[in-house]
């Protein structure tokens, strides 16, 4: 099975960016949907981004529209969340994940391959 690794947290000011990286184990990776999901302190895991297998398509969340920006090489087995505009509300630890499923979702629960999570912090 695939595993994911992500990589590109830290900690930024309000404004700021960040881009963050997941790679994945195997070049089956091109076989999968990708989302970026995220996890504030007390909050429930929440969907920020995801692309389908080819990447001719891209979903956002309403909070992250025009700010973020999803992204994959399946040359590299790599996708990518540009942030930009970074907000204090931003803040969790972000996780990117995997789905063979024929229709992209966005509900974290049908996902089942994860990566271990990169913290993100963005100060005021």
């Known amino acids: 099975q695939v595993r994911l690794v992500e990589s590109g947290g830290g900690l930024v000011q309000a404004g700021g960016s960040l881009r963050l990286s997941c790679a994945a184990s195997e070049h089956t990776f091109s076989n999968y949907h990708m989302a970026w999901f995220r996890q504030g302190p007390g909050k429930e895991r929440e969907f920020v981004a995801a692309i389908t297998w080819s990447g001719s398509n891209t979903y956002y969340a309403d909070s992250v529209k025009g700010r973020f920006t999803i992204s994959r090489d399946n040359a590299k087995d790599t996708v990518y969340l540009q942030m930009s505009s970074l907000k204090p509300e931003d803040t969790a630890v972000y996780y990117c994940?995997?789905?063979?499923?024929?229709?992209?979702?966005?509900?974290?629960?049908?996902?089942?391959?994860w990566g271990q999570g990169t913290q993100v912090t963005v100060s005021s």
């Open positions: 994940a995997a789905d063979d499923s024929i229709k992209l979702v966005t509900n974290y629960r049908f996902y089942d391959i």
